[in-house]
């Protein structure tokens, strides 16, 4: 089955650039969701697609995606931005997420 | 706009089987897949499976086969999730989630609790 590896935790300071990857075989020929979730709420996409953006969700987010690996980029980062972030493929007809980045804003 | 509306929360005791609900709006309910995601308290997302509220066809990850059925009644746009011989490993929250023009929108959330 397939696998998407995300790092634990990523720290930035405010109002810097954060980037969270998320590695898959060949990741590079799927197609890439982002999901935030904040403490005691439910996921909300912030990217879909590698790199298009909901309506409603800042264009300080970005994605891009090629080779073994995804990038989530949060620019001038907010305390706000704090959350879990997942990403997440479609393998066949199966969702795949990965374990999940812990974003902490200094 | 679209949303996806979840039953309230729920305690089993063990063996039991619980069934949540997820009501849409604002979209064409039959024309995409539902799926459903659990959460356990401090752990990252799991598929659970699919559902196509047009066909009934579905599809379950093998840790759940035998234990879930995913249905729909689409006369009041309303998906199921029913899940057996509940355990406390299954203490969780229940999301379901649908992909409409590619892009995924979420319920809130059911919380299940398992307890004797």
């Known amino acids: 089955s397939y696998e998407l590896s995300q790092a634990l935790s990523v720290s930035v300071a405010l109002g810097q650039t954060a980037r969270i990857d998320c590695a898959g075989n060949?990741?590079?020929?799927?197609?890439v969701q982002w999901h935030q979730q904040k403490p005691g709420q439910a996921p909300v996409v912030v990217i879909y697609?590698?790199?298009n953006r909901p309506s409603g969700i800042s264009e300080r987010f970005s994605g891009s995606n090629s080779g073994n690996t995804a990038t989530l980029t949060i620019s001038r980062a907010q305390a706000g931005d704090e959350a879990d972030y997942y990403c997440?493929?479609?393998?066949?007809?199966?969702?795949?997420f990965g374990g999940g980045t812990k974003l902490t804003v200094l | 706009q679209i949303q996806l509306v979840q039953s309230g929360a729920e305690v089993k005791k063990p063996g039991a089987s619980v069934k949540v609900s997820c009501k849409a709006s604002?979209?064409?309910?039959?024309?995409?897949?539902i799926n459903w995601v659990r959460q356990a308290t401090g752990q990252g997302l799991e598929w659970m499976g699919w559902?196509?509220?047009?066909?009934?066809?579905?599809g379950y990850t093998q840790k759940f086969q035998g234990r879930v059925t995913m249905t729909s009644d689409n006369s009041i746009s309303t998906a199921y999730l029913e899940l057996s011989s509940l355990r406390s490993e299954d203490t969780a929250m229940y999301y379901c989630?649908?992909?409409?023009?590619?892009?995924?929108?979420w319920g809130q959330g059911t919380l299940v609790t398992v307890s004797s």
């Open positions: 997440q493929v479609w393998d066949s007809n199966f969702w795949v």
């Open positions: 697609r590698d790199k």
């Open positions: 060949n990741i590079g020929s799927k197609s």
């Open positions: 989630a649908t992909l409409y023009m590619a892009q995924p929108f």
């Open positions: 604002g979209y064409t309910f039959t024309f995409y897949d």
């Open positions: 559902m196509n509220p047009h066909s009934g066809n579905t």
